[in-house]
Nanobody, 119 residues
Framework: QVQLVESGGGLVQPGGSLRLSCAPS????????MGWYRQAPGKQRTRVALITNSGSADYADSVKGRFFISRDNANNTIHLQMNSLKPEDTAVYYC?????????????WGKGTLVTVSS
């Protein structure tokens, strides 16, 4: 079974930057979109950013202008560049790959990587 492997989380001071990466362990067909969600302690998981096959990106209002998502189509790797980090960005970040076809729909999730923004 294909797994998504995330990397790049850690502890950073407010105003700092981190870059998250996510890559599948195998082949995923019919990729529709790739993205990142996050879940802060005691809160629901929410979408941070999503990028489609055409390269169109959508961001949560709370991260617009600070976070930037990119993808490498050659190996289906996605990245999330996070700048000007705030304490409220502290969360477990999960990557997702959406696979869609006429007869099949499946979401692949990573296990999450912790981002802590604190002085």
């Amino acid at each position: 079974q294909v797994q998504l492997v995330e990397s790049g989380g850690g502890l950073v001071q407010p105003g700092g930057s981190l870059r998250l990466s996510c890559a599948p362990s195998g082949t995923i067909d019919n990729i529709n979109a790739m993205g990142w969600y996050r879940q802060a302690p005691g809160k629901q998981r929410t979408r941070v950013a999503l990028i489609t096959n055409s390269g169109s990106a959508d961001y949560a209002d709370s991260v617009k202008g600070r976070f930037f998502i990119s993808r490498d189509n050659a190996n289906n790797t996605i990245h999330l560049q996070m700048n000007s980090l705030k304490p409220e960005d502290t969360a477990v970040y999960y990557c997702i790959i959406e696979s869609r076809s006429r007869y099949f729909s499946r979401d692949y999730w990573g296990k999450g990587t912790l981002v802590t923004v604190s002085s």
